[in-house]
């Protein structure tokens, strides 16, 4: 079977089982075997894009990187979908406040015309520019990559597994 299709299983698996969980009443577990699955995602999309990783799954688990950054960036890789999938609706809401369609042909061709090497071009990029950047910065989905880069995700996910104690053994 081919490594990619081992990740996707296994991805499905633990959301699945999160499911479970979460129905049982443990939504703690159940959020922190989502974000596992959710590293499974990621992880599926970084081998996938690394065509060198794809003839074996033994040299692209050696390979991977480990530890706490390797969990971040899988989680961050799937946050960059969500930024764009932000983008992407602010792009066309942009559009239809223009009085253009949010059609793909014309966000396509008004993307390209964007970098068009005039000053109307310039501007009219500025202002998208800071439009699509609102609308990406507001946007709660398309936080996972930024929360996911400070931490924040994988503190959520070590939560659900272990009780925190300090050096006090304070809980």
Not at 70 to 75: D, E, I, S, V
Not at 100 to 105: L, Q, R, S, T
């Amino acid at each position: 079977m081919n490594c990619l299709h081992e990740v996707a299983d296994n991805a499905k698996r633990l959301l699945g089982d999160a499911e479970v969980i979460f129905r049982d009443g443990s939504h703690q577990t159940a959020a922190s075997l989502a974000i596992l699955a959710i590293e499974e995602v990621g992880k599926f999309f970084q081998l996938k894009w690394d065509l060198n990783n794809l003839k074996s799954c033994k040299p692209a688990r050696r390979l991977a990187p480990r530890g706490q950054k390797a969990h971040r960036m899988k989680q961050m890789t799937v946050g960059s979908f969500y930024a764009a999938e932000a983008a992407v609706v602010a792009m066309k809401e942009f559009l239809r406040k223009i009085g253009y369609p949010d059609d793909e042909y014309t966000v396509q061709h008004f993307a390209t015309a964007l970098h068009m090497p005039d000053e109307r071009a310039k501007r009219a990029l500025d202002k998208v520019s800071e439009f699509v950047a609102n609308k990406m910065a507001t946007d709660e989905k398309s936080q996972l990559m930024r929360r996911a880069g400070m931490g924040l995700i994988d503190r959520l996910k070590q939560q659900g597994f272990y009780v925190d104690v300090d050096a006090t053994a304070t809980c």
